[in-house]
């Protein structure tokens, strides 16, 4: 089976910057996504890693380490519109999401 | 705006009924996969079709079937409704069925409850 393990809730001010672990336990584990979503919307997605290493997408960046089985979301500049739930996924060789519980950032003025 | 849309918006049922959730992919994509959010279980895979043959089943209830037509609109059928399976259910799309085709595109969900 699979699982992912992230926080439940990070707060911080404007223009911090804010990082999301993501340890998971998977097997045909091909690649971690990242998604976005705010208060009764749809899930956006972000960023996505198949290769150990960072992505930098503008104010948003992911890393992974296949390893270590880890990766985080990196986001910098917090603004007020950032203040949503985070998923960390895992994809399967057919692309099947497999979604972490999401953690929730809060961000404050 | 992803371009999947989902029909109804919203469905209030009763235990025991049977309801049929649509989903219509972005144009061009041949996946479509559905989820349930529910506040204690998160975002669970249910099912995947591509081209109209599914791909792949998650922790999906015997009572849930889903199909995919061959325009590529899915909907998903849930009978013998249960208070549990009040959530929000969406579908995503993408291209391909291949994990090189990471991005999904949600479409905007369809809030189920269950009375």
């Known amino acids: 089976g699979q699982s992912l393990e992230q926080p439940s809730e990070v707060t911080a001010v404007e223009g911090a910057i804010v990082q999301i672990n993501c340890t998971y336990q998977t097997s045909g584990f091909y690649g971690l996504s990242w998604y976005q979503q705010h208060d009764g919307g749809a899930p956006t997605f972000l960023s996505y890693?198949?290769?150990?290493g960072l992505e930098e997408t503008g104010r948003f960046s992911s890393f992974l380490s296949r390893s270590d089985s880890y990766g985080y979301l990196l986001l910098q500049e917090l603004q007020m519109k950032d203040s949503a739930s985070y998923f960390c996924a895992v994809s399967d060789s057919w692309g099947k999401l497999q979604f972490g519980a999401g953690t929730q950032v809060v961000v404050t003025p | 705006d992803s371009g999947v849309t989902q029909t109804p918006k919203h469905l209030i049922t009763a235990t025991g009924q049977r309801v049929t959730l649509r989903c219509s992919p972005r144009s061009g994509d041949l996946s479509v996969y559905w989820y349930q959010q529910s506040l204690d279980q998160g975002l669970q895979f249910l099912i995947h079709?591509?081209?109209?043959?599914?791909?792949a089943k998650g922790n999906i209830l015997e009572r849930f079937s889903a199909q995919q037509f061959p325009d590529l609109h899915s909907e998903l059928n849930l009978s013998s409704l249960e208070l549990g399976d009040s959530a929000l259910y969406f579908c995503?799309?993408?291209?391909?069925?291949?994990?090189?085709?990471?991005?999904?595109?949600f479409g905007p969900g369809t809030r189920l409850t269950v009375t």
């Open positions: 890693n198949a290769l150990d």
């Open positions: 079709y591509y081209n109209g043959e599914e791909r």
């Open positions: 995503a799309s993408s291209v391909e069925a291949s994990a090189a085709d990471y991005e999904q595109y």
